[in-house]
């Protein structure tokens, strides 16, 4: 009923920068918060920021000053510029929408995730 597709993952050097993208698509009426969320090896997945529909941003304190979310409406995209990268942010990154869909309904979506790796 509604995909999210993430894509702009990759290999990078400690220090360098990556872009993702999450376009979503399918029964969409309009879409609330769009956020990243991450997860490591053995850890739990955990929020790295969210942005509201208006732009109203939220950053978890370990990406602050070097990541941005932003995202268009019109193309129901979110993305995550990330720079001056670190190994500790080496995860899956996994995309996150709440749709309203055609039929008025809130649903909660996740895409299937990006690996980002990042090399000392």
């Known amino acids: 009923q509604v995909q999210l597709v993430e894509s702009g993952g990759g290999l990078v050097q400690a220090g360098g920068s990556l872009r993702l993208s999450c376009v979503a698509s399918?029964?969409?009426?309009?879409?609330?918060?769009m956020g990243w969320y991450r997860q490591a090896p053995g850890k739990q997945r955990e929020l790295v920021a969210n942005i509201t529909r208006g732009g109203t941003t939220n950053y978890a304190d370990s990406v602050k000053g070097r990541f941005t979310i932003s995202r268009d409406n019109f193309r129901n995209t979110v993305y995550l510029q990330m720079n001056s990268l670190k190994p500790d942010d080496t995860a899956v990154y996994y995309c996150r929408a709440v749709v309203i869909t055609m039929h008025r309904y809130e649903l909660p979506s996740w895409g299937q995730g990006t690996q980002v790796t990042v090399s000392s």
């Open positions: 399918g029964s969409i009426f309009s879409i609330n918060d």
